[in-house]
């Protein structure tokens, strides 16, 4: 499913993302669609990937129930494979991003010649896929359109995007879900690489949203070879959407005006499906089974209008 265009009792709002299309019912709920639409460089692409959304979905779901002893989050409930029903929150406008290895855009801009990223000093001589002596934080803002940017801790602070006491409790969430969230993954053989998570607030308290440990929002590497392949200055094998993002750039893209959008073949569609379902059996232990996707869009409404209706949220 690329697009969704329901209408529901009680909708007061609708917001399409790259991927996610967010439904508002009434002033306190929120129901997140998630397509198999895909993005890179900010860039939604018009091409589907089977079974995308199911994935990151369900990921993101086991996630959240594993984590809530960390910080409460959204979600009340998974009525459909493909969707999430949660609480409203007041989204604070940045993006917590954490990285535990010199990888993907950190290590392009450290290759450029910069060694300072978001105000975090780096040192001289690292490599690419290099461990941090410690993760680091590195801020974005958040747009609904464009690109994100990077912004440090200060500026944040000083524009008023998050008070300081905000932004510190913020920091001590992420680096708690980072050491969780890696913790899972060496327990299946996988390395998390780096990651993102967003924040909300709703009634004076900060909530865990959106999404967490997929491969679109985070980065894999399998650790049984990690070492060897550093060693030796070879690309690591890894289980997310930078292979995506690579091949992009073989291609001649990275998302700049005028650039023409490089064509993903049925073939290779399929590829990043097997790539993406290969990373939920690793990452969840569980075989993934594929939901019937004929007449998805009238199972997702239906599923979607059954919950509201038994919860009396229409």
């Known amino acids: 499913m690329i697009s969704t265009n329901y209408y529901f009792i009680g909708q007061t709002d609708f917001f399409c993302g790259k991927i996610r299309d967010v439904y508002t019912i009434g002033n306190d709920v929120l129901v997140m669609i998630v397509t198999d639409r895909i993005s ?20 993101a779901s086991k996630f959240l129930d594993a984590t809530v002893d ?13 969707v ?19 990888a993907g855009s950190a290590w392009r801009e450290y290759k450029s010649g910069r060694r300072s990223i978001c105000s975090v000093i780096l040192p001289e001589g690292l490599r690419e896929n290099e461990k941090f002596k410690n993760p680091i934080i590195t801020p974005t803002t958040k747009t609904n359109k464009g690109h994100d940017e990077n912004i440090s801790k200060e500026k944040i602070i000083d524009c008023g995007l998050v ?11 992420t680096l708690a879900l980072f050491k969780r969230g890696s913790d899972i993954a060496i327990s299946k053989g996988l390395i998390l690489v780096d990651t993102k998570y967003e924040f909300g607030k709703r009634d004076g308290k900060i909530y865990l949203i959106d999404e967490i440990h997929t491969p679109d929002s985070s980065r894999y590497f399998y650790a049984g070879n990690y070492q060897e392949l550093f060693e030796k200055g070879e690309n690591q094998k890894q289980l997310s959407k930078e292979f995506v993002r690579q091949w992009l750039v073989e291609q001649g893209f990275q998302g700049k005006d005028c650039q023409p959008i490089p064509n993903m073949t049925h073939e290779y569609c399929q590829s990043i499906s097997q790539r993406y379902i290969e990373l939920y059996e690793i990452i969840t232990g569980e075989k993934f089974i594929k939901s019937d996707i004929h007449n998805v869009s009238d199972r997702i409404e239906k599923n979607i209008k059954d919950f509201l209706d038994k919860n009396k949220l229409m």
């Not at 460089?41 to 990921?59: A, R």
């Not at 008070?163 to 969430?173: A, G, V």
């Open 70 to 82: 960390i910080i409460p989050n959204w979600k009340l409930a998974m009525p459909d494979p493909m």
């Open 163 to 173: 008070s300081k006491d905000e932004y510190e409790q913020l920091e001590y969430y």
């Open 84 to 102: 999430t029903v949660g609480l409203k929150c007041e989204p604070f406008k940045i993006e917590m991003i954490i990285r535990g290895y010199l």
């Open 40 to 59: 890179a460089f900010d860039i939604v692409f018009p091409y589907t990937i089977p079974y995308k959304g199911q994935i990151l979905n369900q990921i």
